[in-house]
């Protein structure tokens, strides 16, 4: 935090909608067994973009990238597509700051802040 009681700058929106959707996600961790382990993941190919949170619960993966972005372009997507191939892969998230829900082509579910607490709320995230 810059000691700033004004708007959020640009620079801050992107580490402070990631820190509030990890703290969202611990919390339903403990409240409601949301995961056993999360992670961060990044390929050994550095060509792609890591995933901001990895879940594990059992031998199911769920992968969910932040970004603080009104408009998506195929690079936001990267890490999410490279991880693909991960055994045990259950489903993949994009949370971004636009103006609609939506799934792009090759199946990654693109949700906003509030369509991502429901998802939390309604015990669905995994079964998206």
Known sequence: MKRQLGPVNAEERGPLLEG???VLLRIYAEYRDLYKECFYWAPTDSRATEVDFLLRRGREYLAL???ATKHLAS???GGL???VGLK???CRILVYTGTRTL???DGID???PETFLHAL???TLWTK
């Open 20 to 22: 509030w959707i990890a």
């Open 65 to 67: 990238e932040v970004k």
């Open 75 to 77: 690079a936001h997507f």
């Open 81 to 83: 597509r490279a991880i």
């Open 88 to 90: 045990g892969f259950s």
């Open 103 to 105: 799934k792009s082509e």
């Open 110 to 112: 693109v949700y906003l």
């Open 121 to 123: 709320a309604d015990n």
